[in-house]
């Protein structure tokens, strides 16, 4: 296992795509941030780090006794989670949590996280071997050890991988949010749902609060590579509670900010205040990656021939030596009146291409969940609208997962009939999948 190189912080750049002309009297103002960080690539490289370094990740694994059922699924998760092990960069601090309807301390212990080298890495795999199916499910429990391990290290890149079989069934929803609501911020996480017995929401939900990637893995036998894919990923962030932060004028209204790829999310209710008219929406943490997002805001109106700066996006790091957020990188969006009738109608291709992405990833979750009530007609208008966006922008990914859940008769018209019979692995990745998007074309 090859040791860190000599660290590198990310360098960021900010891309703002718009059609700035409004007609007289408008008031809306679309645009699509594109966020760009290169030149890092080395775990915790930009943080202050503490005794265990800078960064550190806790593999949560699901040790209920639906994991029993079959043995493929304890035993894919014990291996996953040793070639997980086995990515680690030396100098990362780690731990293993066997989660049921308590949490506990499978490697280190101890409250304590390990620092990964060879010896460590070993007596890792050890104890994984003695892993174990039994009792309940509680997955608040296994988020707040994860905070209680991470937060004990002065880490500046704190990440979690969760794998679960089957619903949460040991607490109430409203203690899986608090737990949530708890740990956000605090760490990433990334949730991945083995088999078909568990509750894609609330994988989604656990990824999308603590910032982080959801998928299934149908078959057990996929495991190790979906772990190691996600530890690779993990090793490569390099500087850690990023925030988009935006700065309106007087008079302007945000209508919402969206994360629109690699996945929509939207952020607009996880504003906190950062100052005189700007606010901080959370992005996580970033390696070498490039992310888009949508800002829509509403100026006073105006006549023509006047402009305005209708909102500054910049990016913004905590600095590691504990003084104020630096800013990483910055963009302008604006807005021009005219009554040029071709100027002011034209929409910016790459607002026209997200708007149609969130609206597929809408259509999907609302289709499915006609589907599972019963509306067939409701399920079929809104499957085949979805076939229809996800032709349009050539989002092949998910036109594959549809074809799996709905007949295409016209793909162009958003013409389908729904499957008499529908395998649930391929509706719950269709479910799972749903808000992933794929790039415009520039």
Not at 89 to 110: I, L, M, Q, W
Not at 160 to 174: K, Q
Not at 178 to 205: H, N, S
């Amino acid at each position: 296992m090859a040791n860190f190189s000599k660290p590198t912080v990310p360098q960021f750049s900010v891309d703002v795509y718009q059609n700035e002309f409004l007609p007289e009297g408008g008031r809306d103002v679309s645009a699509i941030v594109t966020v760009t960080s290169t030149g890092g690539g080395t775990l915790g490289a930009a943080g202050g780090g503490g005794a265990h370094g800078s960064a550190g990740v806790v593999i949560m694994v699901d040790c209920s006794g639906s994991m029993d059922y079959p043995a493929t699924k304890m035993r894919g998760a014990r291996e996953a989670t040793a070639a997980a092990v086995d990515t680690l960069r030396d100098g990362t601090s780690f731990a293993v949590v066997a989660g049921t309807h308590v949490a506990k301390e499978v490697y280190p212990g101890n409250g304590r996280l390990a620092v990964a080298d060879a010896r460590t890495r070993a007596e890792a795999k050890e104890a994984l071997r003695r892993l174990s199916a039994g009792g309940g499910t509680a997955i608040g429990t296994w988020l707040r050890l994860a905070d209680r391990l991470l937060s004990s290290a002065g880490l500046a890149i704190r990440h979690g991988i969760l794998l679960t079989d089957g619903r949460n069934e040991h607490e109430s929803p409203e203690e899986l949010r608090a737990a949530l609501d708890a740990c956000a911020g605090r760490f990433t996480c990334d949730a991945r749902g083995v088999g078909t017995d568990w509750e894609v929401k609330e994988v989604t939900g656990i990824a999308s609060a603590l910032l982080g990637t959801a998928d299934i893995v149908a078959d057990p036998a996929g495991l190790t590579a979906d772990f190691t894919a996600m530890m690779e990923q993990a090793m490569g962030k390099g500087v850690a509670d990023v925030a988009l932060r935006l700065w309106t004028p007087v008079g302007v209204e945000i209508a919402f900010v969206k994360q629109v790829a690699p996945t929509v999310e939207d952020l607009t209710g996880r504003r906190t205040g950062a100052g005189p008219r700007a606010g901080d929406y959370p992005t996580g943490s970033w390696g070498d990656e490039s992310r888009d997002y949508h800002v829509s805001v509403r100026v006073p109106r105006a006549a023509v021939g006047q402009e305005m700066l209708a909102a500054r996006v910049s990016l913004i790091a905590p600095d590691p030596a504990g003084g104020d957020a630096r800013p990483l990188a910055q963009g302008l969006v604006r807005a021009v009146w005219t009554d040029d009738l071709a100027m002011s109608t034209s929409i910016n291709p790459q607002v026209a291409h997200y708007t149609g992405q969130a609206e597929l990833a809408d259509a999907i979750q609302q289709g499915l969940d006609a589907r599972k009530s019963g509306d067939h007609d409701g399920a079929t208008a809104k499957l085949g609208r979805a076939v229809q966006l996800a032709a349009v922008s050539g989002n092949a990914d998910t036109a594959k997962l549809l074809s799996k859940v709905v007949d295409v008769v016209d793909a162009v018209a958003g013409t389908v009939r729904l499957k008499a019979k529908v395998a649930e692995a391929d509706e719950m990745t269709l479910e799972t999948r749903s808000t992933k998007t794929v790039r415009v074309k520039r």
